[in-house]
């Protein structure tokens, strides 16, 4: 990795930030201009994350970036995620808790089924071509990364849980796999870091192919 490189993260989950920081890999976030909740999406959940990924990514202000890159002509890296489960038996759903009933309610739903948990990437590079003396776009690629789990939280533990561990109410069915979470996850088969909500080992891959 170049020492200047950085990718920008369309994202404010603490946990992509952690997973991020942990894979030593320079970032920044950025904020967006969309809204997920207006994104129109449909099919599988891995269809369904990879077109929110997508659509995220069309709300990172592309022209602001090449503004600050003028100077440099450092290639500008792009990345937008997003998370979502599904119910193996009921075929629901699940994203992030509304609020603590709703957080018990998807609890109490989950520990009676495993689940699918997958995570959509967006990624895209932009260049600068010095004969053209303009920017261009050659990467934009997205891509799912999955995981079959059973995260079992007995009823009577519900709100002892919740407690000890607040960032369930951030993520999708208030499910934390870090923290104090990681003692109800039961069994995983997929990438763990998928689960967590960034797919890095593919990420890196990546990211070393296109020259970060």
């Not at 090449?66 to 489960?85: G, R, V």
């Not at 009676?112 to 260049?127: L, P, Y």
């Amino acid at each position: 990795m170049k020492e200047k490189n950085i990718l920008y993260l369309g994202s404010q989950s603490q946990a992509r930030h952690a997973l991020l920081v942990q894979a030593q890999i320079p970032f920044k976030v950025v904020e967006l201009s969309v809204c997920e909740e207006d994104a129109e999406v449909s099919g599988t959940v891995q269809e369904q994350v990879k077109a929110l990924a997508q659509y995220k990514h069309i709300g990172i202000d592309v022209p602001a970036l090449i503004a600050a890159h003028e100077e440099s002509k450092q290639p500008i890296f792009l990345l937008t995620a997003d998370t979502l489960i599904a119910g193996c038996t009921d075929g629901q759903l699940y994203g992030k808790p509304r609020d603590k009933e709703h957080a018990v309610e998807m609890l109490k739903k989950l520990s009676t089924q495993e689940m699918v948990v997958a995570t959509g990437m967006c990624f895209s590079v932009w260049k600068y071509h010095e004969e053209e003396e303009g920017w261009y776009n050659p990467i934009f690629e997205t891509w799912v990364a999955d995981a079959t789990a059973e995260f079992y939280v007995r009823g009577d533990e519900i709100e002892k849980y919740l407690a000890a561990c607040p960032a369930a109410m951030k993520a999708c069915a208030a499910t934390a796999v870090e923290g104090p979470g990681i003692s109800y996850f039961k069994s995983m088969n997929g990438s763990y870091t998928g689960v967590l909500g960034l797919d890095v080992y593919e990420l890196r891959e990546k990211l070393k192919a296109s020259g970060f």
